[in-house]
């Protein structure tokens, strides 16, 4: 599976910003696709994730804030999170990774992408 993620960069606290993921490969394989963050020295944080059937899931840092949503284009998945409101506190590397299941944690994901930087100054 390729993971791929897209968007990022710097905006100012209150601001918002949409990260995109592209998956491609072996469809069981991203029958999940999540989004992860990690501040740095701290572990990886699930942020919300959405099956190809429609499930999603927000966690509680995105929560009343950001949506995700997810489609499919030209044979690839695409999941986006649409981030607004957004505080310092949001700062990290963000994470695209996809598995079977949503259900668990971080450590049983097998694809990832190589992350991309989320900047929040005030």
């Known amino acids: 599976v390729d993971v791929v993620e897209f968007g990022g960069g710097s905006v100012q606290a209150g601001g918002s910003l949409t990260l995109s993921c592209e998956a491609s490969g072996t469809t069981r394989d991203f029958r999940c696709m999540a989004w992860f963050r990690q501040i740095s020295g701290a572990g990886r944080e699930k942020v919300g994730s959405m099956y190809r059937e429609g499930k999603t899931e927000l966690e509680d840092p995105a929560m009343g804030r950001w949506t995700i949503s997810r489609n499919n284009d030209n044979g690839k998945d695409i999941l986006t999170l649409q981030m607004s409101s957004l505080k310092i506190e949001d700062t990290a590397m963000y994470y695209c990774?996809?598995?079977?299941?949503?259900?668990?944690?971080?450590?049983?994901?097998?694809?990832w992408g190589k992350g991309i930087q989320v900047t929040v100054f005030s």
């Open positions: 990774a996809t598995e079977w299941s949503c259900f668990y944690g971080s450590e049983y994901y097998h694809n």
